[in-house]
């Protein structure tokens, strides 16, 4: 019987010898035509390349041949007419290529390589780095060694190339790979990604990623998160911290609506803040509280009314359009703390905080998880807080390897859904979206449904429309997050309950927002020890605090369940 012949392809063959043969500098310095043809493919015009650079190599010879065909490929690929490019790609003699242009060239065999699934051929050609690329092919680099270390297992090392192509690409396809790390690092076990955190070197752009994975986790940081210059406070104003972190601004401004539609939500935000502000009594800011007006010119005038006055540190605004008026202005010469979530991540040595509902969202989805919950039911209001919150969670939950098996979504007059969940088979916990009054009227077709014994996570929101324990009596057994100051009481202020008794924004709907304030003037004091933190974080009102590596400050909530038809804390544990 004759011997089976291996057929070697000429992309193969093309590679062997690329990764076989030590790369050298016969090739001559490029010439004005193919630097013009070049110049054409940076412009977006690949065709027009691929033909000028086609054009030139048909009256060359040798190593300039060589390389003029090795660009032409490069452009044909780029123009996607990869037959063209794979033909060309046949006449290369790799070794002949220098430079830049041979760098295009392993990158073009490193994405043909990946269409025709050959993920370890992709790290044998990639095996050096492609600094003499731009930035966007560059960023395409690190994508294509990241897509051929997923395919052979290494999700960690996928994840750290996946990164590095952020810091290159900007805002293009940035929110796209974010979400890949966030689930890569999911499937890693808890000693796996600490371990592998830990043996990151500084700098490395990965890490403040796996920091913050690990702190979803509850798990400590190896060393505080990589942070540049704009992180550090200035020294010549602020004084030497105290023993527990304690440092101050010297002068502050709070930017707030505290006119207008918003005014309402903004008065329990500065009760809360001034009750953290007057209950320190040691060295405190000089205070100057500026109305916004609820719009984002109005924010933008009175940051720069702050900046005028010769502040250190803003407080504000509050507003989601306001904030985004701030965080797109190109420089902020006085770093500020958010008071809402961006659509962009905060500006160099600022932050953001936020009780947004996505962060309902996520939270509930990683309670769910590490109670190892992988089916869940999603019932979600229409209005926008329910939207929000279920399209975080699902996608946090789906990040992290859970499964959402169905989404109800549901008015404020709720109709009869029993149909719907008896097709929710399998399910092991349900989310609710959704206000108190319509959990009450859910709570019977869940039990018809036999979902009243599994899992249910609502939101915050839950304790709207919520107030009679006769009538709450259906919500008993639903867990959801909550404040730490309404559960079990923070240092420095007096109890909630005491507190509702003489102040009108701290009762009610009210307390959350008036906790959310009083945070807000403990991180403005604590910042430095928030960013320089590992582990523990900031014991505040809302929940504990965390600062992560890109200016967002995380909260770990209090966990409350109905009993009775009461709120009821319950401990971490369960």
């Excluded at 090392?157 to 979400?179: H, P, Y």
């Excluded at 918003?262 to 405190?284: H, I, K, Q, S």
């Excluded at 961006?342 to 109670?371: H, N, Q, V």
Aim: hydrophobic share 45%; with cysteine.
């Amino acid at each position: 019987m004759n011997k089976p012949v291996a057929r070697i392809t000429a992309l193969s063959l093309s590679m062997l010898l690329f990764v076989g043969c030590a790369t050298t500098s016969l090739a001559p310095t490029t010439s004005p035509a193919q630097q013009a043809a070049i110049a054409l493919l940076e412009q977006g015009k690949p065709r027009e390349a691929a033909q000028q650079l086609e054009a030139e190599a048909a009256l060359a010879r040798g190593a300039g041949k060589t390389s003029l065909l090795a660009d032409a490929a490069f452009a044909w690929h780029e123009a996607g007419d990869q037959a063209r490019a794979r033909m060309l790609m046949a006449q290369v003699q790799p070794r002949q290529l220098s430079g830049a242009t041979s760098q295009r060239f392993a990158l073009l065999q490193a994405e043909l390589a990946l269409a025709d699934k050959q993920p370890a051929a992709v790290l044998q050609i990639l095996g050096q780095r492609g600094d003499q690329l731009s930035a966007p092919l560059q960023a395409r680099w690190h994508l294509a060694r990241a897509q051929a270390l997923e395919a052979t297992g290494d999700a960690f090392g996928a994840a750290t190339d996946r990164a590095r192509a952020i810091v290159l690409q900007g805002n293009n396809g940035r929110t796209e790979n974010q979400r890949a790390i966030t689930r890569l690092l999911a499937g890693l076990d808890d000693t796996t990604l600490s371990s592998r955190a830990a043996a990151l070197p500084v700098g490395e752009p990965l890490y403040n990623y796996a920091g913050r994975a690990l702190i979803a986790r509850g798990l400590p940081l190896p060393r505080p998160f990589d942070r540049d210059a704009a992180w550090q406070l200035d020294t010549n104003k602020r004084p030497p911290a105290d023993a527990d972190g304690y440092r101050p601004p010297v002068k502050m401004a709070v930017l707030l609506p505290l006119s207008g539609a918003m005014a309402t939500a903004a008065a329990p935000v500065r009760d809360g803040l001034l009750a953290g502000y007057y209950g320190e009594t040691r060295r405190r800011p000089q205070i100057d509280f500026i109305d916004t007006l609820g719009t984002a010119a109005g924010a933008n005038a009175a940051y720069d009314k702050a900046v005028s006055s010769g502040v250190d540190f803003i407080v504000g605004p509050l507003g989601r359009d306001e904030v985004d008026a701030l965080f797109h202005r190109q420089q902020l010469p006085v770093p500020l703390l958010a008071l809402n979530r961006g659509k962009d991540t905060p500006p160099p040595g600022s932050a953001g905080f936020s009780l947004a509902p996505e962060d309902d969202g996520i939270m509930a989805a990683e309670y769910l998880l590490g109670r190892e919950r992988g089916n869940v039911l999603v019932i979600a209001s229409n209005d926008d807080a329910g939207r929000r919150a279920s399209a975080a969670f699902k996608e946090r939950f789906a990040e992290r390897g859970g499964k959402v098996a169905n989404t109800i979504n549901v008015g404020e007059t709720l109709s009869d859904i029993g149909p719907q969940l008896q097709q929710a088979s399998g399910v092991d916990a349900v989310f609710l979206a959704v206000k108190g009054n319509q959990a009450r009227m859910l709570a019977p077709q869940l039990a018809l449904a036999g979902l009243s014994a599994v899992s249910r996570v609502g939101t915050s929101q839950l304790m709207s429309g919520v107030g009679k324990a006769e009538e709450d009596l259906p919500l008993d057994g639903i867990v959801f997050p909550s404040e730490a100051w309404t559960t079990r009481g923070v240092a420095g202020l007096p109890s909630a309950g005491t507190l509702a008794t003489t102040l009108p924004t701290a009762r009610g709907g009210a307390a959350r927002l008036f906790a959310f304030g009083f945070d807000a003037w403990k991180i403005t004091a604590y910042m430095e020890k928030l960013a320089n933190a590992t582990s523990g974080g900031l014991n505040g009102a809302t929940g504990t605090l965390h600062l992560d590596g890109f200016g967002n400050v995380l909260r770990t909530p209090a966990w409350s369940t109905f009993s009775g038809g009461r709120p009821t804390p319950i401990g971490d544990g369960n």
